[in-house]
């Protein structure tokens, strides 16, 4: 079986270099890496006879086919740590029938942190180098943020992001190639972080001196949200449909006929690091969406215009949807939800028993998923001199539905 050693350089100077690391490169005698490590560290590699200049996996792959395992070593050079958003996660996975060994290095987080002479390990760390992930929502609910920047994503637009959702204040430190004697740190606030000039591969910690936590509970009040005469679910019902729904924090979500957005706010602070896609073919409804979607600041909320049945067949996978609204599409809408993904958790909201029967008779025929009706009827008080009476809200029928396990 072929020997790999993938070997985390760590941030680049080869005095960081660790002891095992540097003894797995010269014993490799095909050296593996992009231009820039290999121009460094080929210095190493006393006994290579072939060098690669590549980081795809598929090249990677097909070099070590070619390899003699009987005489051939081969150390594939990766920058940082080898568990850091690293390289040698796909590449292990891509390799068959080889032996890899890891070579642990320092990650620029640990290098960045020193350098500010500062802890990490309460640090919430998030990859805008290639990734998606949500910097502002991470910012806005952590003390202490490090982020990888990268491609479009840099310091400067990332903060400018910052800015638009309220947090130009915040500290923001900056390191530009680091561990080089080119090596710089910038510290300034988002604000002024945002009207610089940076090199986009950098890294950042962000200090967020006045947190707010994600809150688990759902059913916000009512009045917190600009209304019109655009439906909306109201909190009680809103608050027991998001339990029956159950987002995680990384979910991709439809709220189908999102009207006023009540929902569409809701499952985008449940899920800060997920996306929430909002379908709403009413124009007045889908300009109160975006009214309600900058109030909140919630970026991972998407508002798509139009009808819902076309739009969510080029929408990505859910693992969850609510439909709260079908426009008579229903029984075609799930079955395109089940089609992109046969196990999405489905909660659906009526208020009629026609679409009760719609439903039921759907899932009558799809005994794969458990069907669960729960109506719920909501009493809320009104003030009669100095009396209360109970004025009743319309029944609702909430049906969740999930995939059986037999």
């Not at 270099?17 to 490169?25: F, M, N, S």
């Not at 005489?71 to 032996?99: E, H, M, R, W």
């Not at 350098?115 to 390990?121: I, V």
């Not at 019109?228 to 991709?252: G, H």
Request: charge should be negative; aromatic fraction near 6%.
């Amino acid at each position: 079986m072929l020997k790999v050693n993938i070997i985390g350089i760590g941030p680049g100077n080869p005095e960081l270099l660790t002891g095992a690391a540097r003894q797995a490169i010269i014993d490799s005698n095909i050296l593996i890496g992009d231009k820039r490590m290999l121009n460094i560290y080929g210095e190493f590699a006393e006994n290579a006879k072939m060098v690669y200049p590549t980081i795809r996996a598929a090249e990677i792959a097909e070099i070590a086919a070619k390899a003699d395992p009987a005489k051939d070593v081969l150390a594939v050079l990766v920058s940082g740590d080898v568990g850091f958003f690293s390289l040698a996660k796909t590449i292990s996975g891509k390799l068959p029938n080889c032996q890899c060994v890891r070579y642990a290095g320092i990650s620029s987080l640990v290098y960045f942190a020193s350098k500010l002479e500062m802890s990490w390990d309460d640090a919430k760390i998030v990859s805008m180098h290639g990734r998606e992930q949500k910097l502002v929502a991470a910012v806005q609910q952590n003390s202490k943020v490090f982020s990888l920047t990268g491609g479009d994503n840099s310091p400067q637009v990332l903060c400018g992001q910052l800015c638009d959702h309220g947090l130009g204040g915040v500290q923001v430190y900056v390191g530009e190639n680091l561990s080089y004697p080119e090596e710089k740190i910038t510290c300034g606030t988002a604000e002024t972080i945002a009207k610089g000039q940076f090199p986009s591969l950098s890294v950042m910690m962000i200090i967020n001196e006045q947190p707010c936590p994600a809150t688990s509970v759902h059913g916000i009040p009512d009045d917190a949200f600009l209304r019109s005469k655009v439906p909306m679910t109201k909190q009680e019902v809103r608050s027991i449909s998001m339990s029956k729904l159950q987002p995680k924090p990384a979910d991709v979500i439809y709220d189908i006929g999102a009207g006023t957005g009540s929902c569409s706010i809701e499952l985008a602070l449940l899920t800060p690091y997920g996306k929430v896609f909002a379908f709403e073919r009413n124009p007045v409804a889908v300009e109160l969406l975006g009214k309600n979607k900058e109030l909140f600041g919630v970026d991972n909320l998407n508002i798509v215009a139009g009808e819902a049945l076309a739009n969510i067949q080029s929408a990505p996978t859910p693992d969850c949807v609510f439909i709260g609204g079908s426009g008579g599409d229903l029984c075609q809408m799930l079955d395109v939800v089940y089609a992109k993904n046969s196990s999405c958790r489905v909660v659906i909201n009526a208020i009629t028993v026609e679409t009760l029967a719609e439903v039921a008779g759907y899932y009558k025929e799809h005994q794969e998923y458990a069907l669960e009706i729960v109506n719920v009827s909501i009493a809320r008080n009104k003030t009669l001199g100095s009396y209360n009476l109970m004025m009743a809200q319309n029944p609702v029928y909430v049906m969740t539905a999930v995939k059986r396990d037999d």
